[in-house]
């Protein structure tokens, strides 16, 4: 077992003015995978290096399996970290940066052997074992950190950016590669990111933060289909979801530049309840709910004009940036012979449609 | 680009060779007979040269004493001022305390003062310590003037050192302790080296310290029994010995660089981080 508990945990730097954490409250499970991921600055390395102890806790308890571990110096809170830039011991060989923390916390030689051995055949770093971390490439260098992290048995994984120092093919591999691990091993990992790829990709739950504080808390697919405000739904995604400046008449249609489409009746009828009918609101969109519209006798009230600015060709898709009046449009579509200038027929699936307050940027529905 | 690495050349080894000519000067004297040595308009200086006054300054004997006290003097406060400073070093690179900002520019500003201008001072304080005619005494001196350059030659070589390395250590287990001598000192020898090696040069070419400390001719460091040679009243000074002498007194410089300089060859750290 190894739960953790965030309870209302802040973060003040000295001579700090603000919080670069205000008052997180977390409760990760047991053998979850939990994704930080956020802008730079928004405090999620922060917070994984006040879990890992390695910075003061300003204000609030953190808890590991039941027992608050506040003042505990991080080799007592049974925890492994992989840094981003690897942090591998020089001096030593691979087999000696990974026999380190078990050296230091006095096993036997024998076991020792054993669990290097056992976490080098899985890594792959057997032929490696008596080179310098100089030798190695990128990769080979992540993979030791993370044996060095593997061969203690932690309860708790701690990654602050493990990939970020990877070029992209090898950061998918090791992406797979850390995901088959975490199954593997069973341990509770909390990972730290700034790429939304990764995040969607490996997380059981994310943790968006933003400035300090928590935005959103849920499954890859809650966050993607439900951002809880315009923030998270123009992180996560790529491209981004658009957000398109709307007005709800009191008829229950929405204008978008010179259009006006008619709205899903238990959509109305939450924006209604709501009282946002006959306000200014931001719809979001995301690029892959908008589609062409090949047939002319469609219903025009679903259905608008847009001139193509620039097409993207990504293979087997296309992203078209395009402009409905004034309005900016970012469309996936599958591919086929588009040119900037071309003007095409766009239809929103509505039921897709999410509205945001202006004023708190949050999700209306 | 390569007219630029010409020109880089030739720059180069004109200040080598500025560098180079007083030793050259040095070795080439210490081969010289009185004579030649003596001699205006000045002989072929390398046509008869002879070793003879490399023989006179061994068989003299005090030279070997000289080398030996100048060995406990340098060898005494190389271990004294490197150690302190590393320590102090470290704790100012990685741990946050009160006035510390204050501390490094404090001590940077004790080479403010002239070395000379704290004989008086020096002595006195020795004399008050009874120190004064001991090699206790001078190794304290040196020690302490050592002390301030190498906290910050050791300094900067632990700021440069990256702070995941020693976090890393403590997530392994380490105590401030083990992670300073297994982690960080290891990675940390082009700069004890570097120390080691200012530390050297500032205590075995030293001459008016032991010359005013020191009164016993047996307690001499080399510098001074070198002195001895010059200016001697019935024999007149024998200046081929003296060179021959200096030059003896030069190699143990020349081989702590030797042995030094493979620790100053960066790059030991990396790998560590991605570089």
Redesign the interface.
Known sequence: MSRIVLNHIKKRY?NGKSFAVKDMNLSIENREFIVFVGPSGCGKSTTLRMI???EEISEGDLYINEKRVNEA???DRD???V?????????MTVYGNMA??LK??KFKKDEINRRVTEAANVLGLNEFLNR?????S?GQ?QRVALG?AMV?NPKVFLMDEPLS?LDAKLRIQMRSEIIKLHRRLNATTIYVTHDQTEAMTMADRIVIMREGEIQQIGTPKEIYDNPANIFVGSFIGSPAMNFIPAMLSLEGQIHIGNHTISLPENKQAVLKKKNYFGVELVAGIRPEDIHLEHDDSSDSSTVLTAKIDVAELLGSECILYTKINNVDLVVKVKSGDFKSGDEIKLAFDMQKMRFFDPETGKLII | MKTKLTVTYVILSVFALGGLLPVLWMFVMSLQTPRALNSFPTLNWFKDFEFNNYQIALNQGGIYQGLINSSIITGGTLIISVTFATLAAYALANF?FKGKALLLIGILMTQLIPGMAAIVPLFDILKSLHLINTYTGLILIFAARTIPLNIWIMHGFFKEL?A??R????????SVY?TFT??IL??ALPGIGAACMFTFMQTWIDFIMPLTTLFDQNKFPFTVMLYKYVGDPIMGTNYGVVFASAVIGTLPTLLMFVFFQRFFVKG???????G
Do not use: W
């Not at chain 1, 840094?83 to 001096?91: C, G, K, S, T």
């Not at chain 2, 750290?269 to 991605?274: C, E, L, N």
């Open positions: 000295k890992a102890g390695l110096a991080p080799k925890i492994a970290m840094f981003q830039n690897y942090a591998l011991y020089p001096h380190f923390g230091i916390r310098k971390p100089t030798a190695l990128g260098r060095r203690r120092n | 946050e990256p995941e390395l976090e890393a250590a403590i997530i392994d287990g380490c083990t297994r982690i290891p990675l030991l750290t990396s790998g560590a981080v991605k």
